[in-house]
Each structure stands twice: as structure tokens, then as C-alpha cells.
């Protein structure tokens, strides 16, 4: 299965990623969504910044998958193995932010919901677009 | 210092409806020009150290950024340009030498651009690259001039060594030093899937690539630094630096904060010493000394490799050039005053040197004269900017060229000319660290591939209107170029005529 990897050589920490990332969910262009919002949109992804090394850390679709054994309401679950969130179901409890060892889930603009990484599977973007939109092929889409 | 004498050069437009405080330019801007204010929820902008190298112009997702010249002037002055003036005050400052990077950019005339080419119409048909074949291939090096017979008629030709390029353009020297790691991969890479070379410069070549040994071209400059046996049997040619069109008749120097641990096992120096390449080589104040160079370094490769002798183009050039050929040479490079530098000094970079245009034409017309342009393949440098200025060179003489700031340029430079600085926001003229990771060699490589092959695809092109089919029928074939608005004595030194002639 395809999926997101980030090669920390590459990587820049120019957080361009989380802002494609949270535009892209948000239905709206970039200036959109970040200027003329009433709340800016959470990025599902996140670039861990050091001083020497940096990469962009989103949901690893992992093989425990702790968060979907964890959903106490049944709003997480894996359709064709990517780890997906129905919004009406969630509840708001945050078990799957609690439970993820790679952190990658997040509560979404309003503070009610989680949101997380589909693969761009649910928007209209095609291709993910943290790869699409990373300046300097760091982050890729890929069978591995 | 509180006054301050140097006006920004160029002021930083943001467009306030676009600018989404991403952060991005603050990011990326080594020069600490952008800054998010938190106090007042804003980017803003120190345009002192803005040097107009559209980093965060071309990473801005939003397009809100503009880089304009800064439209503070000094009272207008027909004598003292406003450069001229900033330059005095920088060194009222400094009290030295002024440094710059890249080209001559000043306003002396471009040949090129008053040369226009030949097409064929009705007697002698054009030819359509895409049905018919089309030869670039290109031989470098000694051309045999006898053929002998022995009594069963089979014929033997005097072997000598050359080098073949699928393309007749090469990557030019541009040390490991002055610019990155990642910057010389994409370079060895590119040149290797191209079928050409590229050129190690005089850093020494780094132990990760002679993998790409034989599409690359070694470097024996005044400084000899990382010259090894190793090192020549590793490239496929040698290169004797004499001079470089950006600083002729200067040497070179890195300084030691660049000297990182990579640069100093390459360049066999202590790591923080400063590389100064001296003006001459210690052992070359004659032709017969040159010759015995080439000929130590034909020996040292067992006369199995072409020896390259570059210079700058200066005013006895075509003197010099003959004396090259008969140096016992294979190739001579010729680099023109337009030619690129990490650093050179700012009077040398401006005012010395000569066009490689007219250089080119009159080492090609030397030569042919005495009879000796067949012992030697002429290498053009300094400036080629496209492909139209390729053919236009190989038209005039040249047997092939070497092109450097267009090929930075494809890895992203935007010739802000500040290379001197270590700064590159676009990780080819630095050696930091998170600043050389910014050039991702994957992407690098294949936008010079992409660059020299459309550039062949345009030479193709060009030869075909002219009904050539290849490029050895373009070489030195004058008759396809004519001049506009050039006097009589610069026609006379192109070899070509006026257009209307």
C-alpha cells in the first residue's frame, strides 16, 4: 500500500506541508483558509523541528493501529488500510489522541472532534498534499 | 556604527491580502530579512541584508512577496551611478577589497547578441530533426592528421586520446568548496546520464563520487590541492587551470571557514585553513614550462588521457592559445570575461578579461592559420545562455563549450551574486549544513538533464533550418553567422560578414 514517508535529509522545516495539509482538508485555497476563516484549520501534519535533523511526522496508517482498537464510539476504522475518522461518530473523548505513539492525531479547529491523516482520500486533492506541495521531495507517496 | 551609508539594495513588497504569516520566507531566509512579529501579528521585513535571491519569492505559497530594487535614490548623477557611490561609502567602511560573485554584469556589449544564424530556403532544403537523424556527437582532443598504409593496404591512424560527448556542451569547473556536496552530485549525475562531463574544479574531487569518474573531467590548478595519482586516474581527462575569465591573472581563495572536515580530506588541507590558490603556477612561467606539465600529467596517466589547458580570455589570447597547441595539449579551454566565480574581486570581476566571442574567433582563425587547429579541440566558456549561444560558438570554432551559471541556474541559483557570502539560500554556494540539504540532488540532476537536453533539442533544431545534419559540418562554419550593427574591425575579427552581405 502507498503510503507517506518523509526522508529527514530533505527535510527543511519549512512547515509549507502543515499549511498545504490544513488547506487541502479545509476545502479552500490557502489564503481562504488561513485569512479569511473564522478559525485558522489544524494541519494533520506536523514537522518535528531539531537543530541538525527535521521531518514531517503524520499518521503511519501503522499495523497495531492502537487508536482503532481504542475508539470508544466506532468512529475510527480501515478502509482498504488507510486509518480513517467518521466526524459524525466521534465523540470527543480523545482516547486515539492518548494512544497514538507517533502523536499524530489531532483536535480539529472547533475543539469538539479529531481529526487526522487520510491520505488526502477524502478531499478533493487527488495525491496527497504534504507531497504535492513539499519543495524538496521530502516527503513522498510511495509503495515501501 | 549609527549612521548608516549603504541603503538597502532592494526592498521586500508583501502583499498584505495574500500573506497568510506562514513563515516560510522567515524560514528560509539565511540572511534574516523576514521576521514574524508577534506582538503586532505581522511579517516584517530588514531589507539590509536582502541580496534578490528569490528564495522566499519562490517558496511564498501564496504569492505575496515581491523583491523590487529599492526606489531610495541619490541625487541623479550621469558620472556617478548610484553603485559606483554605494561602493565608495562600502569601503570608506571596511577599508578593503570589494568582493563579489558570478559574472561580469556590467554593461559591455554581448556578441552573441549581434550575431544572427542562417537558414536554408529553396536551393538547399532544410531538414526536420524529428524525421531524420541528427548527429551531436561530439570528439574532443587531437584530430590524427596521417593516415599511413602498410603493404596489405590497411591503414593506420596516429591514436591519441579524446573524449566523446553525446551533447556538445559540458558542465565547467566549479570546486567542491565553493559549492556544496549536493550541488557537485547533481553535476556528476546529470553529466553522467547527458554523456558528457562535468569538471571537478581545483577542490579536489570528493571520495563519494569517482563512481562518476568517467564522465568527469579533473581539475590541476595553481594550488594543486587533492591532486593525487588517485585523483588523475580517477576523471577522465586532466585540466590544467591557468586562468578562469572571471579573475584573470588571480588566484583563488576559501576562506578557512568554509574548510569544513568534507572540504578538508578532499582538498588535502587542515580543516579551518584557508585554500589560497596563488596567481601563477609556482612551475609555469614559460610555454616549455607549461609543456612540461602536460606532459608530467601525461605520464602520471599513462598517455591515456586528453590534458586540457583553460585560460582566460585576454588580450594576446590567440598568441597564448597557439602556443597551448603546441604545448602538446589536447584541448584548450577558453574562458570568457562573462564567466562565473565564487569570488573574485569586484575591479578584476569588471574590468578585466575580453568576450569570449571575439576571443573564440580569432584562437580558431590563429590556429587554422598556422596550421595547427587539427592538434587541438577549443573548449568556449564564459556565458553561454542558451542554446542559439552554443551554436553560435561552435559556428565560430568552438569544438564544444562549457556552460556553469546556466547550470546553476537550473539547480535553482537566481544570480543574486552573492555567492562570496556562503549564504546561498538555494544550498549551492555554501557549505552549512542546513542550507546544503536544501539542494535535494534527485531534483537537482534532473532539471539539468532537462536543461542540456533541450538545449541539444534547440541545436537540432537550428542545424536542420541550416540544413546540417551534423555537428561537425557546423563547426567553425562561418558562413552561417552574419553581424548586425558591428563596426568593420569587429566583423574582421569574427571572420563573419554583415547581414545583407
Given at each position: 500500500m502507498k503510503k507517506v514517508y518523509v526522508n529527514e535529509d530533505w527535510c527543511?522545516?519549512?512547515?509549507l506541508c502543515e499549511y498545504y495539509c490544513a488547506a487541502a482538508n479545509s476545502g479552500k485555497d490557502l489564503i481562504k483558509a488561513f485569512k479569511y476563516s473564522d478559525k485558522k484549520p489544524v494541519p494533520r501534519i506536523k514537522v518535528e523541528e531539531g537543530s541538525e535533523v527535521n521531518f514531517a511526522v503524520q499518521?503511519?496508517?501503522?499495523?497495531?493501529k492502537p487508536c482503532v482498537k481504542g475508539c470508544i464510539a466506532g468512529a475510527l476504522s480501515i478502509v482498504d488500510g488507510v486509518v480513517v475518522c467518521d466526524e459524525n461518530k466521534c465523540?470527543?473523548?480523545y482516547t486515539c489522541v492518548l494512544s497514538c505513539p507517533f502523536g499524530c492525531i489531532v483536535i480539529d479547529e472547533e475543539g469538539h472532534r479529531i481529526q487526522k491523516c487520510d491520505l488526502c482520500t477524502k478531499?478533493?486533492?487527488?495525491?496527497?498534499a504534504c507531497v504535492q506541495g513539499c519543495p524538496n521531495k521530502a516527503i513522498v507517496f510511495e509503495e515501501r | 556604527m549609527a549612521v548608516n551609508y549603504n541603503n538597502p539594495l532592494f526592498e521586500v513588497i508583501r502583499n498584505p491580502d495574500r500573506c497568510?504569516?506562514?513563515r516560510v520566507c522567515e524560514r528560509q531566509c539565511a540572511n534574516e530579512v523576514h521576521k514574524y512579529d508577534a506582538d503586532l501579528d505581522k511579517m516584517i521585513a530588514n531589507?539590509?541584508?536582502?541580496?534578490?535571491?528569490?528564495r522566499c519569492v519562490c517558496l511564498c505559497p501564496t504569492n505575496a512577496l515581491k523583491i523590487r530594487p529599492?526606489?531610495?535614490?541619490?541625487?541623479?548623477n550621469g558620472n556617478w551611478s548610484m553603485q559606483l557611490m554605494d561602493e565608495v561609502y562600502k569601503q570608506a567602511g571596511s577599508g578593503g577589497v570589494l568582493l563579489s560573485a558570478m559574472g561580469?554584469?556590467?554593461?559591455?556589449?554581448?556578441y552573441w547578441d549581434k550575431i544572427l544564424l542562417n537558414a536554408s530556403q529553396v536551393t538547399n532544403p532544410p531538414i526536420d530533426p524529428l524525421r531524420e537523424p541528427m548527429e551531436t556527437k561530439t570528439f574532443l582532443g587531437k584530430k590524427s592528421q596521417k593516415i599511413s598504409y602498410d603493404k596489405d593496404g590497411k591503414a593506420h591512424f596516429e591514436k591519441t586520446p579524446y573524449l566523446e560527448l553525446d551533447v556538445p556542451i559540458m558542465f565547467s569547473a566549479m570546486s567542491f568548496g565553493s559549492i556544496s556536496k549536493n550541488a557537485h552530485e547533481s553535476l556528476a549525475r546529470a553529466a553522467t546520464a547527458l554523456g558528457t562531463y562535468y569538471n571537478t574544479g581545483e577542490g579536489g574531487l570528493h571520495?563519494?563520487?569517482?563512481?562518476?569518474g568517467k564522465n568527469t573531467i579533473v581539475q590541476v590548478a595553481?594550488?594543486?590541492?587533492?591532486?593525487f595519482k588517485g585523483y588523475l586516474d580517477a576523471g577522465a581527462a586532466v585540466e590544467i587551470k591557468m586562468?578562469?575569465?572571471?579573475?584573470?591573472?588571480i588566484g583563488g581563495h576559501l576562506p578557512g571557514?568554509?574548510?569544513?572536515e568534507e572540504i578538508s580530506r578532499t582538498r588535502m588541507?587542515?580543516?579551518?585553513a584557508d585554500a589560497i590558490s596563488p596567481a601563477?603556477?609556482?612551475?609555469?612561467?614559460?610555454i616549455e614550462d607549461l609543456r612540461q606539465l602536460v606532459n608530467s600529467l601525461k605520464e602520471a596517466t599513462g598517455g591515456e588521457k586528453p590534458i586540457i589547458v583553460k585560460i582566460a580570455a585576454v588580450h594576446n589570447v590567440a598568441a597564448i592559445a597557439s602556443g597551448i597547441a603546441r604545448s602538446g595539449a589536447d584541448i584548450i579551454a577558453i574562458d570568457g570575461f562573462r564567466g562565473g566565480t565564487g569570488a573574485a574581486p569586484t575591479r578584476i570581476r569588471d574590468n578585466v578579461g575580453i568576450p569570449i566571442e571575439l576571443a573564440l574567433a580569432s584562437v580558431d582563425s590563429r590556429l587554422r592559420d598556422e596550421g595547427i587547429r587539427n592538434d587541438v579541440s577549443i573548449v568556449a566558456a564564459g556565458s553561454m545562455r542558451s542554446a542559439a549561444d552554443v551554436v553560435k560558438a561552435i559556428a565560430l570554432g568552438a569544438d564544444a563549450v562549457y556552460i556553469a551559471t546556466s547550470a546553476l541556474m537550473a539547480m535553482g541559483?537566481?544570480?543574486?551574486?552573492?555567492?562570496?557570502?556562503?549564504?546561498?539560500n538555494w544550498g549551492?554556494?555554501?557549505?552549512r549544513a542546513d542550507l546544503v540539504k536544501r539542494l535535494n540532488p534527485d531534483i537537482a540532476a534532473e532539471r539539468l538533464i532537462n536543461l542540456v537536453t533541450a538545449w541539444n533539442h534547440e541545436i537540432k533544431e537550428i542545424m536542420g533550418g541550416m540544413g546540417i545534419n551534423s555537428i561537425e559540418a557546423l563547426r567553425?562554419?562561418?558562413?552561417?553567422l552574419r553581424g548586425v550593427g558591428l563596426n568593420q574591425k569587429e566583423l574582421d575579427i569574427l571572420g563573419i560578414m554583415h547581414a545583407g552581405e
Open positions: 527543511l522545516a519549512c512547515h499518521c503511519r496508517h501503522c499495523e497495531g465523540v470527543g473523548c478531499n478533493h486533492n487527488g495525491e496527497p | 497568510i504569516k506562514c531589507e539590509q541584508g536582502c541580496v534578490d535571491c528569490q529599492n526606489e531610495n535614490q541619490f541625487r541623479p561580469n554584469p556590467q554593461n559591455y556589449p554581448v571520495r563519494d563520487f569517482y563512481q562518476y595553481s594550488g594543486r590541492f587533492g591532486v586562468g578562469q575569465g572571471a579573475k584573470p591573472g571557514m568554509k574548510v569544513n588541507i587542515p580543516m579551518g601563477p603556477h609556482h612551475d609555469i612561467y614559460s541559483c537566481h544570480l543574486c551574486r552573492s555567492c562570496n557570502t556562503g549564504k546561498c549551492i554556494a555554501t557549505q567553425g562554419n562561418r558562413l552561417m
